[in-house]
């Protein structure tokens, strides 16, 4: 039998895609916004597509701040862009 595959909705295109394909932004229990590569940080997360128009949208939207209730910092950012395809 197929494991079924998670499916996670990104922040700003609103699209449902499998969770593996989307880059997972988190918010720490002390409010710390970082990039979880891994996907299992502990704490509030949210999924942003890899492709740069998400992203650059993200950044001029403010819709990482919106979805963790908390400020990115401008390395965060940079970090993301790096996810672009």
């Known amino acids: 039998m197929k494991k079924k595959e998670p499916m996670r909705m990104c922040i700003v295109c609103r699209q449902m895609n499998p969770k593996k394909s989307l880059v997972r932004v988190v918010r720490s229990a002390d409010g710390v916004v970082s990039v979880d590569p891994t996907g299992k940080l502990s ?3 949210a999924y942003l597509c890899r492709n740069a128009e998400c992203i650059e949208k993200a950044v001029k939207t403010g819709a990482i701040r919106r ?3 908390a400020e990115a910092s401008a390395s965060v950012y940079e970090e993301l862009q790096g996810y672009a395809k």
């Open 67 to 69: 979805a963790l209730d």
């Open 43 to 45: 704490g509030k997360g």
